[in-house]
């Protein structure tokens, strides 16, 4: 069965139809434009007020996006079953199965859906607990807090003889730490429960970045338009007093700031429209682009990368490339590794804090400095999805004696479409996300377990 007869596909299709923008849509109907984005891919169910309300932000009737309801359980039997290959599923007889059995059918769907979200859940509590700084300073103020406790009542116990002025002291010091751990144990309790609620709060730099970016969907049309730099700097500030709510911290907004100032700056270098002129030319080929124009090819591949998925797909229609409406991903990092530019995919997503797989081009870059890298891969998992991605490594200003060259890294994510991965004779090289969640038992670039071993 097709995907499109699947409720989200539908609401994707009629989306695109309105010319109407994910977030908007989102915005609209009350949810985060994450979870509408899982909703169009098929990996939420819908029903109920939610499904009325995106029907009547469509402007369509409910049963245009439910009808099919049978089809889509289907569908769902079908995924459940290739999520678990090594099992002989009867695929054969599925339809006999949902229509004798519909409400084994249903439990079974809910089921893996269920396990789904757990697995999304496990990950990100993960991730938290091992690299979130809010977190790991309020284990640490509550460990002093419980430490400083412990000591004064074991000198209260101990000691035998202890003047008045000395004891009123001691007692005096564990109320003060039991009142510290009394609130930092409740602002830790109100920081988790803010976080695992339905719409997830943002609570780190990292993540008031990404989430306004995501706002933004990458592209800032302000900043296409050239302009002195007074003008630029003006409409940063604008975009910047407008994103209060997302940016909180100051380390965010300088960090955003930056980000901007050269998102400008490479627009200057590389117009918006002669870079899809280019790219209509050529295709998705920053090293002959970036010779032409004399610019860097780290700065083409920003370009590439700030184009929407709908204004890129049409200049790439005979290509083997399987662009969608978020456009191409790209991953920057510095000498150290770490990643100081994020553009997800909903198919190729990047930690959030590093620890990503040793096996990406984007590392092999570094140890190949100015050795432009185009690798054809495959990530690990259920999707299993294949991408092409180009790399490339080179120093950040010129070299001089005596000085250590400063190296940043790029990386594109290119969806490939299924007949684009089957053109090649070679095999897809297997990568992951990052170790904790890649189900790739052996392999030489493992730092530690897979959570999801076991089938977790």
């Known amino acids: 069965m097709r995907r499109e007869t699947l409720t989200g596909s539908r609401i994707r299709e009629?989306?695109?139809?309105?010319?109407?923008?994910?977030a908007d849509l989102a915005r609209k109907a009350g949810i985060s434009a994450s979870y509408l984005n899982l909703i169009e891919h098929n990996r939420r169910r819908i029903g109920g007020?939610?499904?009325l309300d995106i029907a009547s932000v469509l402007g369509v009737e409910p049963m245009s996006l439910s009808e099919g309801a049978e089809a889509a359980?289907?569908?769902?039997?079908?995924?459940?079953?290739?999520?678990?290959?090594?099992?002989?599923s009867e695929l054969e007889r599925v339809e006999e199965f949902a229509g004798r059995f519909p409400g084994w059918a249903s439990l079974i769907e809910t089921l893996a859906q269920r396990q789904s979200s757990l697995e999304q859940t496990v990950v990100s509590l993960t991730d938290r607990m091992t690299h979130d700084p809010q977190l790991a300073e309020a284990l640490h103020d509550m460990l002093g807090a419980v430490t400083a406790?412990?000591?004064?009542?074991?000198?209260?116990?101990?000691?035998?003889?202890l003047e008045p002025e000395w004891q009123d002291r001691f007692h005096r010091n564990l109320n003060e730490d039991?009142?510290?751990?009394?609130?930092?144990?409740?602002?830790?309790?109100?920081?988790l429960n803010d976080e695992t609620s339905e719409h997830q709060q943002v609570t780190t730099p990292q993540d008031e970045i990404e989430a306004f970016f995501q706002r933004h969907g990458y592209h800032f049309a302000l900043l296409e338009n050239g302009g002195s730099d007074t003008q630029a700097h003006d409409a940063i500030a604008s975009m910047l007093e407008n994103a209060d709510d997302l940016l909180v911290s100051a380390s965010a907004r300088a960090q955003v700031k930056r980000l901007l100032i050269r998102y400008w700056s490479d627009a200057q270098a590389f117009g918006f429209d002669v870079m899809l002129d280019e790219v209509s030319n050529v295709g998705l080929e920053p090293a002959s682009i970036a010779a032409k124009y004399n610019i860097d090819i780290g700065l083409v591949m920003r370009r590439f990368a700030s184009v929407p998925g709908d204004v890129l797909r049409p200049l790439l229609q005979n290509s083997p490339y399987d662009i969608a409406e978020a456009g191409i991903g790209l991953a920057v990092c510095d000498s150290?590794?770490?990643?100081?530019?994020?553009?997800?995919?909903?198919?190729f997503a990047l930690p959030r804090f590093g620890a990503a797989c040793p096996l990406w081009s984007l590392y092999q870059a570094l140890s190949r400095p100015l050795v432009a890298l185009r690798e054809r891969s495959q990530l690990s998992g259920r999707d299993g999805a294949p991408f092409e991605t180009l790399a490339l490594a080179a120093p950040v200003s010129a070299p001089q004696f005596g000085?250590?060259?400063?190296?940043?890294?790029?990386?594109?994510?290119?969806?490939?479409?299924?007949?684009g991965a089957a053109q090649n004779l070679e095999p897809l090289r297997p990568i992951g996300i990052s170790c904790r969640i890649c189900p790739r038992g052996e392999c030489i670039g493992r730092r530690e377990p897979s959570i999801l071993a076991g089938g977790v």
């Open 14 to 22: 009629r989306r695109l139809i309105n010319g109407q923008k994910q």
């Open 49 to 51: 007020k939610l499904l």
């Open 73 to 88: 359980l289907l569908g769902a039997l079908r995924e459940v079953a290739a999520m678990h290959p090594v099992e002989q």
């Open 149 to 161: 406790i412990r000591s004064t009542s074991s000198i209260l116990v101990e000691t035998d003889k």
């Open 178 to 191: 039991a009142t510290r751990l009394t609130e930092g144990s409740q602002a830790l309790v109100a920081y």
């Open 336 to 347: 150290s590794g770490t990643l100081t530019m994020r553009k997800p995919l909903p198919r």
């Open 403 to 419: 000085a250590v060259p400063l190296l940043e890294a790029h990386m594109l994510m290119i969806p490939l479409s299924a007949s």
